[in-house]
């Protein structure tokens, strides 16, 4: 299984994505991270703690289905 870092990496290079579009969608799910600091998140630059993969995870997952409803 991949990590969510491989996973944004495999849908950008494949067109599905776009760092930036990522980035928002991150941000809007509770992201802290800058864009640069983001993407060198994704891209093995730098470490992130749990917190930063779990907020990843949602972002990749609204970028796949569309933002969730309640």
């Known amino acids: 299984m991949d990590t969510p870092q491989e996973t944004a990496q495999h849908q950008i290079s494949g067109g599905t994505t776009s760092v930036e579009k990522l ?5 809007a799910n509770g992201g802290t991270a800058p864009p640069l600091v983001f993407e060198a998140i994704i891209y ?3 470490r992130c703690d749990g917190f930063d993969l779990q907020v990843l995870s949602l972002a990749l997952r609204d970028r796949a289905t569309g933002p969730q409803e309640f």
């Open 23 to 27: 980035w928002i969608s991150y941000i």
């Open 44 to 46: 093995g630059a730098l």
